[in-house]
């Protein structure tokens, strides 16, 4: 499966350092969504984009950034995060038409803030 | 506001015996997909299911709609060892306005026992 790629895989931070998560889609989708994993809460909504417009923020703390410069790219700033929140971050991507919807996720970017 | 409700949110079960994960809403739902998450994976698309009262299958997976559409099933017979993973149920529930989202539920977490 390699519709939706996301990079790094694997990534560790401090609590002062600044990273970007990458998320490609290959399927020509027109929304693009971020999802947080943690075991305490699975698959919380973070932000979505339609045709590159945010269209939702689920109160994400301003220390995470999203960033979509055109249908097929999306990117995560990170900077300054907590200990909690080391999670899953999972993208996905739809083609969004009417009440049709399937979601297709990329393989996550584990996030360990220590 | 809108929400998907799932149960249970572990399962454990000896290997042949069945398995059954339950979505509710307090809404009529225009559809309602299911997606598995096998451990240290991503989620993926299962099955969709649109009309009331519909049931499909997948070899030993069958899902099933309410007639009010407001419910849904996923069983599993006889279960084997790589069923194990997360089950997921999502829907499109509206978020205000005109807006819906895909929202899921809190899964499912089945685990087998050889």
């Known amino acids: 499966e390699t519709g939706v790629t996301q990079t790094p895989r694997h990534l560790v931070m401090g609590m002062t350092n600044k990273k970007s998560l990458k998320c490609e889609q290959h399927l020509g989708h027109n929304a693009m969504y971020w999802y947080k994993q943690s075991a305490k809460k699975p698959l919380e909504l973070m932000f979505v984009y339609n045709f590159k417009e945010q269209t939702e923020n689920n109160s994400v703390p301003s220390r995470f950034s999203p960033e979509c410069p055109n249908s097929s790219h999306l990117f995560l700033h990170l900077h300054t995060l907590q200990p909690e929140d080391s999670a899953l971050y999972l993208c996905?991507?739809?083609?969004?038409?009417?009440?049709?919807?399937?979601?297709?996720f990329g393989p996550g970017t584990r996030l360990l803030v220590l | 506001g809108q929400q998907v409700m799932q149960i249970p949110q572990y399962q454990h079960v000896q290997e042949g015996e069945d398995f059954t994960t339950y979505c509710n809403s307090s809404?009529?739902?225009?559809?309602i997909q299911w997606y598995k998450q096998r451990p240290g994976g991503h989620p993926v698309f299962l099955i969709q299911?649109?009309?009331?009262?519909e049931v499909k299958k997948q070899k030993r997976l069958t899902f099933q709609f309410g007639e009010a559409k407001k419910n849904s099933s996923l069983h599993i017979t006889a279960t084997q060892t790589t069923d194990v993973g997360t089950y997921f149920c999502?829907?499109?529930?509206?978020?205000?306005?005109?807006?819906?989202?895909?929202?899921f539920g809190k899964g499912t977490l089945l685990t087998v026992n050889p």
């Open positions: 996905a991507s739809s083609q969004v038409a009417g009440l049709q919807e399937t979601q297709y």
């Open positions: 809404t009529t739902l225009s559809n």
């Open positions: 999502a829907a499109r529930v509206n978020s205000g306005g005109s807006n819906y989202k895909l929202t």
């Open positions: 299911l649109v009309k009331s009262g």
